[in-house]
């Protein structure tokens, strides 16, 4: 299959939209009709033949418009990319798993070629070719972390190993479910999800971080989270949430199918091999209701998913405003039937 | 005045468990306005802290200042404010040796700017101590322009810089030394809930 890159926009007049085999591929996150939190881990080693989960950095049809994306919000606001002085070797070592894993991956999009540390780097969607010195900052036009993420779909957190905790020292995060990089650069694992409700008495920051700190070179694992965006916007900041956040009060019944979208987030993980530390692209897709609908298994279980949701998890997802509107619609896609195991359409 | 208490929170809310003497090991200490309280109960714990000790104070409208000279630290310094003092803490944690100790003492926006700068000097997280005394005033960062409001007492607030009226989360930044502050009324602008004093 040859992508076609969509020419389309994640703001203002958003114009993103799914193809129709992009909405076929999109990752639904619940395998059940009801949702709570859990740790959800499993091997990303390749998937089913044209999801998102086959490739190690999965590249679809809006690729180039959310890198266009991502410049206009790092020009508005550098401080979304940010790497602690001790995490640069950690940001070569990402650049060199992105880059090998593209142009294995999708040879006719990307390639590289190596000669030692003098390295070749052609990105054809974007129109870009670099050659470099790898470990060598001073050949790149920025920091290799900022470098290779202007390239990459998703945000991407760095997080350095030490004390037996994960501390987020690094990070591209321009797409981000309403946390704050400029922030929450410098914390550990439990301090940049302390606000995350339920879920730490439940014992899952533990239990994910003791598998975490044992995650191994060569076995990356993943797992979906989600949440819920009024409009495709990717910049969903605190720093612009007073820019964006009238949005948020304009779904009606009229307009909750078009309007309101499920938001789904495909974390990966990723032992890095010279600086220990770990790789967390978090790379977000977007299907709006309608689109979702189309799929009946899906409408029939987001339908009773978000009907049984507990109102605290509504509430720290951000769309308990939203919500009656969004089951009431959903409803009429609900007859009752049974849905089968498993995130794909039947 | 009494140690504070705070009431449970999330886990990156600051709790300060009180100062506790680690013997005549060389010493900072960092205090403002009732934090003086915490350092006068430390010396009366163990009157060796004084011996290394470098003790700085910023009085606030207190006047515990002769009391905490008649400690006789090996250096003993009063500040206005904690910009006042804050080359001289840095020298001070410039200077410091293996296994000096740092006791701070007084309000949230103290503990937290001088943790901050301790941690960024490669002070041990283990080697720093606080307590709380006196107002319970937050140090505030707004999210969208970064500014940091000082001593705010009431949820929600006016970003001293911006303009927008925030309110007071409980999630705490230790490299920043303050709480974050996000607009409150983004979703439906000109819609503000009453203003209420922050409680412990």
């Keep these: ?346 | 005045m009494p140690r504070t208490h705070f009431s449970p929170s999330i886990t990156t809310r600051p709790v300060y468990p009180g100062l506790t003497s680690q013997g005549a090991t060389p010493a900072i200490l960092l205090a403002d306005g009732a934090g003086a309280e915490a350092i006068l109960d430390l010396a009366a714990q163990d009157r060796s802290v004084m011996d290394r000790a470098h003790l700085m104070f910023i009085p606030a409208g207190t006047d515990f200042g002769p009391r905490l000279a008649a400690l006789n630290p090996r250096m003993y310094r009063e500040a206005p404010s904690f910009a006042a003092c804050l080359e001289r803490f840095r020298k001070a944690l410039a200077d410091a040796h293996m296994g000096t100790q740092l006791y701070l003492a007084g309000t949230e926006g103290l503990i937290g700017q001088a943790t901050a700068e301790a941690l960024a000097a490669g002070l041990p997280a283990d080697a720093i101590q606080s307590e709380h005394r006196g107002h319970i005033a937050r140090r505030m960062q707004c999210v969208h322009c970064k500014g940091m409001t000082e001593n705010v007492t009431t949820d929600p607030f006016v970003c001293s810089h911006c303009g927008l009226t925030l309110f007071v989360r409980d999630h705490f930044s230790r490299r920043l030394g303050a709480f974050q502050g996000v607009c409150v009324d983004a979703e439906t602008p000109g819609l503000i809930p009453p203003v209420q004093e922050i409680k412990p």
């Design chain 1, 1 to 346: 299959m040859t992508l076609q890159f969509h020419d389309e926009t994640f703001r203002d007049d958003y114009t993103f939209h799914n193809s129709p085999e992009g909405i076929r591929r999109f990752p639904f996150p619940f395998d059940q009709d009801s949702y709570m939190y859990s740790v959800n881990l499993e091997p990303h080693a390749g998937g089913r033949a044209g999801s998102p989960f086959e490739k190690r950095f999965d590249v679809d049809e809006h690729y180039v418009a959310e890198m266009r994306d991502r410049e206009i919000t790092l020009r508005d606001d550098p401080l979304r990319c940010q790497s602690l002085p001790h995490m640069e070797l950690a940001g070569w070592d990402f650049l060199e798993l992105v880059m090998v894993s593209k142009s294995e991956d999708y040879p006719d999009l990307f390639e590289l070629h190596r000669d030692g540390d003098r390295w070749h780097w052609i990105n054809r969607p974007l129109g870009i070719e670099q050659r470099f010195t790898f470990l060598d900052a001073t050949t790149l036009p920025c920091g290799p972390l900022e470098y290779i993420t202007r390239q990459t779909q998703g945000d991407h957190a760095l997080l350095d190993q030490r004390e037996g905790n994960l501390w987020m020292d690094a990070g591209m995060i321009t797409s981000q479910a309403d946390w704050s990089l400029d922030f929450d650069i410098g914390m550990n694992f439990f301090e940049w999800h302390a606000p995350v409700p339920k879920a730490n008495e439940m014992g899952v920051f533990q239990r994910a971080l003791k598998f975490l700190l044992n995650l191994q070179q060569g076995a990356p694992t993943r797992r979906l989270n989600w949440t819920m965006t009024v409009n495709p916007r990717l910049d969903t900041s605190p720093e612009n949430y007073h820019k964006w956040g009238p949005e948020k009060r304009t779904i009606t019944p009229a307009t909750v199918g078009s309007k309101q979208y499920l938001r789904v987030e495909l974390q990966t993980l990723w032992r890095l091999p010279r600086s220990n530390a770990i790789a967390f692209p978090i790379r977000c897709y977007l299907c709006s209701l309608e689109d979702i609908v189309t799929v009946p298994k899906w409408g029939r279980r987001l339908h009773r998913v978000l009907r049984d949701l507990p109102d605290e998890l509504a509430e720290y997802k951000g769309f308990a405003v939203n919500r009656p509107v969004i089951v009431d619609y959903l409803e009429q896609f609900d007859d009752g039937a049974e849905t089968s195991p498993g995130i794909f359409p039947d």
